[in-house]
């Protein structure tokens, strides 16, 4: 088991950057692939981008390819996404996951979640 807490949320104007945080509890933190979600008001959670165990491969939504960027690093048993020229649209709260398997991008398929970090984004 693993439990997830993130960080790096907050408010920036349109164009901006923030890099979120996820720290990971255990010592088993590379073991599990680690994605980030998204949840914007009234909208369902939805998949922003995933890493693999040792960070080889990653997988992004097509919103954010080219401006949002997923890094790890298991030493210090922390996820990380860096995000570029944000836009209004990109306001939710967003939550890291993880997963033992590489695989679909679905909410369903990731089995532990941290409580999730507000970013907003004014124009």
């Known amino acids: 088991q693993v439990q997830l807490v993130e960080s790096g949320g907050g408010l920036v104007q349109a164009g901006g950057s923030l890099r979120l945080s996820c720290a990971a509890s255990g010592r088993t933190f590379r073991s599990y692939v680690m994605g980030w979600f998204r949840q914007a008001p009234g909208k369902e959670r939805e998949f922003v981008a995933a890493?693999?165990?040792?960070?080889?491969?990653?997988l992004y939504t097509d919103s954010v390819k080219g401006r949002f960027t997923i890094s790890r690093d298991n030493a210090k048993n922390t996820v990380y996404l860096q995000m570029n020229r944000l836009k209004p649209e990109d306001t939710a709260v967003y939550y890291c996951?993880?997963?033992?398997?590489?695989?679909?991008?679905?909410?369903?398929?990731?089995?532990?979640w941290g409580q999730g970090t507000q970013v907003t984004v004014s124009s």
């Open positions: 890493i693999s165990w040792g960070g080889s491969s990653t």
């Open positions: 996951a993880a997963r033992n398997d590489w695989g679909e991008s679905s909410y369903s398929a990731y089995d532990y």
